[in-house]
């Protein structure tokens, strides 16, 4: 199954890539074990945020936001 991931790192110019995961793959897991990202961050699924036990759907697009760290007012 192939999903998309969508993320912003300042030393990675390309901010999409296109991973290959096994059926039944959670976030928690698809997070953890294959992108190898220890940070708790809110998560989403085209544009809607998701538990970290939501199944990934082939073709879905996951969105790895970052936490806001300042008041924007």
């Given at each position: ?10 030393s990675?110019p390309?901010?999409?890539k296109?991973?290959n995961?096994?059926s039944?793959?959670?976030i928690?897991v698809f997070l953890?074990d ?5 940070v708790?961050?809110?998560?989403g ?10 199944i990934?759907k082939?073709k ?6 970052e936490k806001?760290t300042?008041?924007?007012k």
């Open positions: 199954m192939t999903i998309k991931v969508f993320y912003f790192i300042p990675e390309n901010s999409v296109s991973v995961i096994e039944g793959t959670n928690h953890r294959i992108l190898r990202y220890e708790e961050t809110p998560v699924v085209y544009g809607k945020l998701v538990k970290k036990t939501y990934i082939d879905d697009r996951i969105e790895i936001y806001i300042a008041n924007p």
